[in-house]
């Protein structure tokens, strides 16, 4: 039984990326039309990495939290609306506040989230899917870029005053991406913000996914075709998928060796989906032309892995999604649908809908 209140008390778990500032004005500014007595608590949390293990929750395992779900406790009481991105949200979270009525966390998966537990104790959990979709595909144009043509080489080199002209070598330099082919794993968001950029680089676009319609890929001048097909046509292989039982390992030393020698793979998804033991042979054997990494089977990477010892990677900390514009989109998207939620209006993005039609959450 959710315990009606008089104020709205808004507490926001910032961080080094989502600030706490950021997110306290867009919510501000949408929920001022809920309640105009509004009782904020702003909280500096965490660190800027994910813990590497999980916890446990009522559905499964929550990951990918920075923090102690005991911590996160201590600033529960009274609380009607829990705002965050890294702190871990457990059953135990839930119940230090009597008079929860929200958890939004900003983020596309609300993986630190125990979801059934806020399903069992009617709590909507508002997301932001979508939120970095161009910031990342950006992104991964950019790390093409800088693996084919030696960008990050030459700069690393010329940094420490040394002048690479030997990247003009026939041998060394790259290729253009204007008729060349780009394979995309993972027809999601991101991966459709990827093809319009590809595209306007003159690019062709294949696609693996097995959700996903050929229409919906014809749509982006693509063609849906099967794995061994992608691997064996492209030119540069990059991975857009959700990291699931499926997709683990999807990449190992079988599908590397379908690919073309002169092939790039880039992954700006998750480090998992690729066998890293196996792709670390296939770069130091030149089964392909290189890659461009920016997740890695384990973060952040060891000092002693041997990708940072290899000419024909380029390797950067899971920084694809950092965008200034993405904290100001997943802060307003959250605000939005937050604002709906205490309404009682239909949110967005809401990952256990389930709880909407039975509770309506609006003030009385």
Known sequence: MIKEVKMLRILILGDFFMRKEILRNYLFEYLKEVDDNLDFRLVEWGSRGYQKGEA??????????????????????????????????????????????????TRGGPVNVDIMAATQRGIPVIYTPGRNGDAVADYTIGLILAETRNIARAHAELKKGIWRDDFYDYELCGYELAGKTL?????????????????????????????????????????????????????????????TSETEKLIGARELSMMKKTAYIINTARGKIIDEKALTEALMKKTIAGAALDVFEDEPISKENPLLSLDNVTITPHIAGAAKDVVHRAARMLAEDIMKVLKGEKPTHCANPSVLEKNMFQKK
């Open 183 to 243: 394979g995309i794993i993972g027809f999601g968001f991101v991966g459709k913000k990827v093809a319009l950029r590809a595209k306007a680089f003159g690019m062709e676009i294949l696609v693996y996914d097995p959700y996903i319609q050929k229409e919906e890929v014809a749509k982006f001048d693509g063609k849906l075709v099967d794995l061994p097909t992608l691997l064996q046509n492209s030119d540069f292989v990059t991975i857009h998928a959700r990291l």
């Open 56 to 105: 446990e929750g009522v559905g499964g395992k929550i990951k990918e939290f920075s923090g102690d779900p005991s911590d996160v406790v201590k600033f529960m009481e009274g609380v009607n609306v829990l705002v965050t991105q890294v702190a871990p949200v457990t059953a135990e979270v839930m119940d230090a506040s009597d008079c929860l009525r929200v958890i939004g966390c």
